[in-house]
Structures are given as structure tokens and as C-alpha cells.
């Protein structure tokens, strides 16, 4: 008879147990003393990275991955977390314990040199050269475990003599309170940027290291340069502490905190990933950094997509809408008038350095949305650019071509915004996504940002014409830092040595232009703040109006929050983060609008119904389609996959269609010739309080969040890199 197979949760919950005796085992010895400090300590730093290892593994575990059925699985599953979770807090009270932040009065305290070795055998435990948890033995092995562990980078290694730049009151067991000018003595680095120091009293705590400047004492310079910032921050003592803690709550709650952006902040600042690692190793140019836009709008949830933007907005009494209205006269969605309603083109980049060897480069692309030096404040869109290899430092876009141009790759841009920054204009990140080539880690990397201001002093609109925008190095909270080393090396002396290093600055070009008076008519029906492809705009006009018509004319009344039954609504917002299907849906309307009558375009009624029963029958069915993969951005061969099988799909829809009558029936949905995904309810299901945005509160949070992430960038991230 065969064994019986052991599942994932069994097998998780045997390791626990070895785990658990371990930590037993630990903990009799720490209290025993039969070891010394540093080979206990490194015992508990070895168990904790097995624990972090096993909790990943069991997170990740799902119902599914079971061999066979288990019953009351995910109580059982979460009896395990729990588990791990109270061994993990154990391990760090040994941990405190053994090195305690008290006066430092036997020897058996770790001295600095001991911290030095210890950080050292740190590095050993976590770093790619482990091979007590590598199973294989190899490097590649060795780079998954540190994505999966915490580190201590190289960049972070070293200890010495750091002062203290403001006030940090310790509320927590385990924190040290400084003050500003403190001389503190780095005991142990980590990578979530809480490090152990030691003062001149010899009492040790945790300490956050962005409130720390390596070396004795500040300069007065520095502290004029923070005075005199031209940004206006304040200085960093200005950054209230004790208000962030009433504010987001304790520190052991900051990142589960709904509305707290301090988790992220910190992670932003604190985190080392491929990017810093190809800094450290000069295969980057200087003033190359992780991508700034591009961290938050994969790490921000929805915030800073286009689905976000598209729905509408509540007013302030939550009652109504602030950005969609009906126009009985015309039956339409009411025209709004913005503050700012801009076309532009991006025509190329110049002089734009290449990464160094070791990368392989899977996209070029520019990340753009609108900002006011402090905040963004709409969604991110991305262009991808045209790249020759015969010019490898000039970025150019595809021109139009006859409106079959995919939206990714569409230079031809617009942006609604309703802001009254007197500093309103257009960011844009040039940014590369690269893969190692000897680990196979993939990263994001900007390659420098230039900003267009959209108005002048007076107030007034830019007028339309080319413009050529200097691309600075570094991230938009940096100033004056140039992408490359060798652009600003030395002074010209004179006007030809002038023009020649003007030639050698990298540059974006772009082109401000006035739409024709259609795409302004079909602009001011979209939301107040929105940037995207004036290729779509057209279907994003449809889907407005049918918004308006189910949320201002079908609803029995204005404060109903029932949910609504809508395929379109509840899925077309999807569509803008897979911008291969929302090209799809557009070639498909093109086909259907080209063949319609004068008569027939006027009707604004049969056009609603030709673009629900075209929605219903291309890009719908195409949601829920098993054989569709999911999107990844910058994957060559998932890419490939979905123009693939989205355009055969297509095709054959196309001609199983004989008629319009047909166009979006149910027996496309209901024919073996299709496989489709298990139905579930929120596919037809518009939930109105879900998505629609009340922006009041989070653009309070957010100016918190830019302003800490502005005052502490500069400590940081620039030694760091």
C-alpha cells in the first residue's frame, strides 16, 4: 500500500513544532548563560529568519494547494499563524533580553567590537552566502532567500559614531529617547531601519535611522541648507513625533493603521532591493535611483491607478456627486469646465544614459501624472518608448498611426485636473525595468524626471508650442543631483564649450497642443482630474454615460446605495490597468462606429446599445477567460500570450456573429466551443459605495505623507546610494 501524502498545513505545522522546541531550547540556555552573549545572539537571529521563513510559507498557503480535502482549514491554518506569531515575539523578548536597553555595566554586554562581530556573522545568517538554509547550494537559490529574508545590506554595514539630528521620544519597551546633537554609538544595523545604539550613559535602545547624520556633530551649513530649502520643508526637529503618534497611533500600529502612510515611508527609505545593490556596485550611473512613481502605483493599492479616477466622486456631504451630473435638455452627461484641460504629445528624449552591464532592460517607458512639487495628484499613466539600438541614448515615441497605435505606446496624452496649486504641472519619470542577469531579480529604476510647469506667474495657461525640459537625476524630492557624473564636470569657459555641453544634457521634448473642438466636447464629460491616451477618449465618454444613466436616472432614488446590476460598470475600470484589452475594446467599437450610419451616431440611445452589446461580446468575455493569463507588466512572453489569444478570440467571436442581432447574446457565453471562469457575483455587480472616491480625507494624509517623505529624503536616501 502506498504512503498516505502529507499536506502543506501538516507538514507547516511539523515544522512549527521543531521550530517551537528550538526556541525552548534557546531560551533555557539564555537563561542558563551556558554560551556566550554573541553565539546566543546569532542563535536567535538564525531562529528568527527560520520563523519568518516558515510564517511566509504558511500565508501562502491556500485551501487548493491540499492534496486532499481538510477539514475546517482555514481555523487550522489560522490557529498556525497564531502560533508562529507568539513564538516570533518570544524570540524577540530573548532578543531584548540579551541585549537589554539598560546601563551596559558586566562585561558580558556586547561591546562595539563585539557588535562589529556580530553584525559580520548578521551578514553570514542572512546574506547570498548561507548554507545551513540552502538546500541546492547555488546562487540562485541563495538571491531567493534574500528576497524572502530581511538583511543587512553592505550599503548598511560599518559602525562609527552617528549624531542626532532632532528630538526622538522612546514609547515603546526597548526605545531610546535622544535628543538633537546626541553622539550615539551604532550597536547593530537592521533593515527595517530601527537600529541599536548605545549613548554616552551607556543605556541602548532602538532608534530610527533617518533621525541620525553619521559623524560628530552637524554643520552649520547643513542646517542653513535645510533652513533655506526651496521647497519650503521646514527643518527636520519641525517633524512632530508626538503628533504622529496621536495622530497614526503607536508605533506597533503605524503599519495597520487604515489611513497611515508611515509604513510605506519607511519602507521607501529603509529597503534595499537590486537597485541599490547595482549602485553600490557602480554598474549604474550616479544619479540613477528606484523608481519613485512606480513604487506607488504598484505599492498604494488603487490610489494612484486610473480604475481609482474613472469612478465618480462624492461631494462633501457624501450625499451627492461632485463630478457627474445629468443634463436634461440634451439627455447627456453635463459638460464640466477644469482649471487645467491640456493635450500634449512626447516626442523624445535625448542624451538619456544607459544602464551598465549586467542588467538585461525588458521596458523604457516614462511614468507622467500631474504634481505640484509636493504631492501627486493624479493617477500615474506609463508610456512605453520606441528604442533603436543604433541610438541607444535617444528615447522616441510612435507616431500616430490611423488610431491602430496600442495605448501603451501612445504619445498623444491628455490631462483634466481641478486643482488651485499655483505650482501645478506634468511629472515625468523616465524609468527602465531591468532583470539581473546572473540572479534573475527583476527592479525599476528611474533614469531622471523633468516637470513642466502649466502656468506661468500671472496665473495663465502655457501657450502651445514645443517645449525641451532638463531632466534632473535623482527623485523629485532631490535638487540639483544630474544623471550622469560627467554631464557637470567642470565649467565652460566658453560660448562653443557652452553649447556643446548644452547638447550633452539629457532633455525630454514634448509639445503642448489645442485639441479640435470634437475631443474638447468629448473632454469635458470625463472626470475633473484624469490623465490618459487621447486615443480612448472616446470610449471613456460611453462608459460616462452610462454612469450617468444608471447612478442619476435608473436609481428609485438619489440616496439609494443598493447594489446595481451592471457587467459594463462593474468591469470597465479594470480595463485601464490592462491596457491590452482596453485596445481591444477600442478596435472593436471602431469597427461597429465606422459601420453605422450619420443617423445612427446622432441616436445617442442605439449608440449606448451597439457599445453594450460590443462590450458584452469582446473584451467581457475576455475577463473570464481561463485561458487569458494575468497581466504583468514588462513580460515579454505573458505580453505575447495575451495579443495572441486576445485576437484570436476576437476573431472568432467576430465571425460567429452573423448579425448584430446576435452582437453580446447569451449563447456566446453559453457555447462549448469557449471555456469560461466559475461565475462570481461581482462580475455583474456595481457597488456603489466601494468604488466611489471620497478624497477629502486622504489628501490630508497624503500632504502629511510627501512632507515626512520630503524632509527625510535627503538624510537618507543619498547615503544610502
Not at 531610546?176 to 546633537?181: A, E, I, P, S, Y
Request: charged residues 25%; glycine residues 6%; aromatic residues 6%.
Amino acid at each position: 500500500m502506498a504512503p498516505k501524502r502529507r499536506g502543506h498545513l501538516q507538514r507547516i505545522h511539523k515544522d512549527a513544532e521543531t521550530f517551537k522546541k528550538k526556541v525552548d531550547f534557546l531560551a533555557t540556555d539564555v537563561h542558563k548563560r551556558s554560551e556566550s552573549t554573541s553565539d546566543l545572539i546569532q542563535r536567535c537571529q538564525k531562529l528568527q529568519i527560520d520563523g519568518k521563513k516558515t510564517l511566509k510559507a504558511l500565508n501562502g498557503l491556500t485551501k487548493a494547494d491540499e492534496p486532499a480535502p481538510v477539514g475546517n482549514y482555514e481555523q487550522r491554518k489560522q490557529e498556525e499563524v497564531t502560533k508562529l506569531q507568539n513564538i516570533l515575539k518570544h524570540l524577540e523578548t530573548l532578543f531584548l533580553e540579551l541585549s537589554p536597553p539598560g546601563p551596559s555595566s558586566t562585561k558580558d554586554e556586547i561591546t562595539t567590537e563585539d557588535g562589529e562581530k556580530e553584525e559580520d556573522e548578521a551578514d553570514d545568517s542572512n546574506g547570498v552566502s548561507n548554507e545551513d538554509d540552502d538546500d541546492d547550494n547555488n546562487d540562485d537559490d541563495d538571491d531567493d532567500d534574500d528576497e524572502e529574508t530581511e538583511h543587512v545590506s553592505p550599503l548598511q554595514s560599518g559602525f562609527g559614531s552617528y549624531t542626532v539630528l532632532c528630538d526622538f521620544s522612546g514609547e515603546q519597551e526597548g526605545d531610546l529617547t535622544v535628543k538633537k546633537g546626541e553622539v550615539l554609538t551604532i550597536i547593530r544595523k537592521t533593515a527595517d531601519g530601527w537600529w541599536l545604539a548605545q549613548n554616552a550613559g551607556g543605556n541602548r535602545g532602538l532608534v530610527p535611522k533617518n533621525y541620525l547624520k553619521f559623524g560628530v556633530g552637524v554643520s552649520e551649513e547643513e542646517e542653513s541648507d535645510e533652513d533655506n530649502d526651496e521647497d519650503g520643508s521646514d527643518e527636520m526637529e519641525d517633524i512632530p513625533e508626538k503628533s504622529d503618534e496621536e495622530k497614526y497611533g503607536d508605533a506597533e500600529n503605524r503599519q495597520s493603521t487604515p489611513h497611515s502612510n508611515w509604513s510605506t515611508v519607511r519602507k521607501a527609505l529603509t529597503e534595499i532591493d537590486a537597485t541599490d545593490v547595482l549602485s553600490a556596485m557602480g554598474a549604474i550611473p550616479s544619479g540613477f535611483r528606484p523608481s519613485t512613481l512606480n513604487k506607488l502605483h504598484t505599492e498604494e493599492g488603487i490610489k494612484y491607478k486610473g480604475s481609482h479616477y474613472l469612478q465618480p466622486e462624492l461631494s462633501q456631504s457624501q450625499l451627492s456627486f461632485k463630478d457627474l451630473f445629468f443634463d436634461p435638455d440634451s439627455g447627456r452627461v453635463r459638460p464640466r469646465q477644469v482649471k487645467v484641460n491640456v493635450c500634449f504629445t512626447l516626442w523624445s528624449c535625448k542624451q538619456i544614459p544607459t544602464p551598465g552591464v549586467g542588467v538585461q532592460v525588458l521596458s523604457r517607458h516614462i511614468h507622467l501624472c500631474a504634481f505640484d512639487g509636493n504631492q501627486v495628484l493624479s493617477n500615474i499613466n506609463t508610456v512605453r518608448v520606441t528604442y533603436n539600438p543604433k541610438s541607444p541614448k535617444t528615447w522616441t515615441f510612435s507616431p500616430r498611426m490611423s488610431g491602430i497605435l496600442p495605448t501603451l505606446l501612445d504619445g498623444d496624452c491628455f490631462l483634466r485636473c481641478n486643482s488651485s496649486s499655483p505650482d501645478l504641472g506634468i511629472l515625468f519619470e523616465l524609468g527602465v525595468t531591468f532583470i539581473r542577469n546572473s540572479t534573475g531579480e527583476r527592479g525599476d529604476l528611474s533614469c531622471g524626471w523633468a516637470f513642466l510647469k502649466l502656468t506661468d506667474d500671472s496665473g495663465n495657461l502655457l501657450p502651445n508650442r514645443t517645449y525641451e525640459l532638463p531632466v534632473n537625476g535623482g527623485t523629485p524630492y532631490e535638487k540639483d543631483v544630474a544623471v550622469e557624473a560627467s554631464a557637470t564636470r567642470g565649467s565652460p569657459t566658453s560660448v562653443f564649450q557652452q553649447m556643446l555641453q548644452s547638447r550633452r544634457q539629457p532633455k525630454l521634448i514634448i509639445k503642448l497642443k489645442s485639441p479640435d473642438s470634437r475631443t474638447r466636447a468629448l473632454l469635458s464629460l470625463l472626470p475633473d482630474t484624469l490623465l490618459h491616451s487621447l486615443s480612448c477618449v472616446r470610449v471613456l465618454t460611453l462608459h460616462r454615460q452610462l454612469l450617468c444613466d444608471t447612478l442619476l436616472m435608473d436609481r428609485p432614488t438619489m440616496q439609494s446605495a443598493d447594489l446595481i446590476c451592471s457587467p459594463v460598470l462593474a468591469t470597465f475600470p479594470l480595463l485601464l490597468d490592462q491596457p491590452d484589452l482596453l485596445d481591444a475594446l477600442r478596435s472593436a467599437w471602431t469597427d461597429v462606429d465606422a459601420s453605422m450610419s450619420r443617423s445612427q451616431r446622432r441616436n445617442l440611445s442605439h449608440v449606448k446599445q451597439e457599445f453594450y452589446r460590443v462590450y458584452m461580446s469582446s473584451v467581457y468575455f475576455l475577463l473570464h477567460s481561463p485561458a487569458l493569463p494575468s497581466y504583468h507588466w514588462a513580460d515579454p512572453s505573458t505580453e505575447e500570450q495575451r495579443a495572441r489569444i486576445i485576437y484570436t478570440t476576437l476573431d472568432s467571436l467576430k465571425h460567429k456573429q452573423l448579425n448584430s442581432e446576435t452582437l453580446g447574446g447569451a449563447e456566446v457565453y453559453l457555447t462549448s466551443d469557449h471555456e469560461h471562469l466559475a461565475f462570481d457575483i461581482s462580475e455583474c455587480t456595481f457597488d456603489l459605495l466601494s468604488v466611489a472616491r471620497q478624497r477629502s480625507f486622504r489628501r490630508q494624509v497624503f500632504t502629511s505623507f510627501f512632507d515626512v517623505r520630503k524632509k527625510t529624503h535627503r538624510v537618507v536616501v543619498q547615503k544610502a546610494l
